[in-house]
């Protein structure tokens, strides 16, 4: 299985064309900075998921995520985590979120 980073929102916390606006963002922010592509997206059960692959190991690609929250504001409302070969999920950000990582849909 291939490393992908997925950000998460929760959909009542947030607006929905903000979302939209912020993946389209997000999506020519990788693409130019090389750190990875965005793969799509998909909405569930009161969440709001975009799927990443990252260009090479996963961390850069979620520095630059993390960096693109904090310039929409959107920082305190995501979750952002990656999978691992194995299959297994791993949350990045927040470091204290303490839950384990649902896809919520």
Request: with cysteine.
């Given at each position: 299985?291939?490393?992908?980073?997925?950000?998460?929102?929760?959909?009542?916390?947030?607006?929905?064309d903000?979302?939209?606006?912020?993946?389209?963002?997000?999506?020519?922010g990788?693409?130019?900075?090389?750190k990875?592509?965005?793969?799509?997206?998909?909405?569930?059960?009161?969440?709001?998921n975009?799927?990443?692959?990252?260009?090479?190991?996963?961390?850069?690609?979620?520095?630059?995520?993390?960096?693109?929250?904090?310039?929409?504001?959107?920082?305190?409302?995501?979750?952002?985590?990656?999978?691992?070969?194995?299959?297994?999920?791993i949350?990045?950000?927040?470091?204290?979120?303490?839950?384990?990582?649902?896809y919520?849909?």
């Amino acid at each position: 299985m291939k490393t992908s980073v997925i950000v998460q929102f929760d959909l009542n916390e947030n607006k929905l064309d903000d979302l939209f606006s912020f993946e389209e963002s997000l999506t020519q922010g990788l693409l130019q900075s090389k750190k990875g592509a965005v793969d799509g997206n998909d909405i569930g059960s009161e969440k709001y998921n975009i799927y990443i692959f990252p260009s090479g190991s996963y961390g850069p690609c979620v520095t630059t995520v993390i960096m693109w929250l904090k310039a929409k504001d959107l920082a305190s409302n995501a979750v952002i985590a990656h999978t691992t070969k194995s299959g297994n999920i791993i949350v990045d950000f927040p470091k204290n979120h303490g839950e384990a990582f649902t896809y919520g849909i």
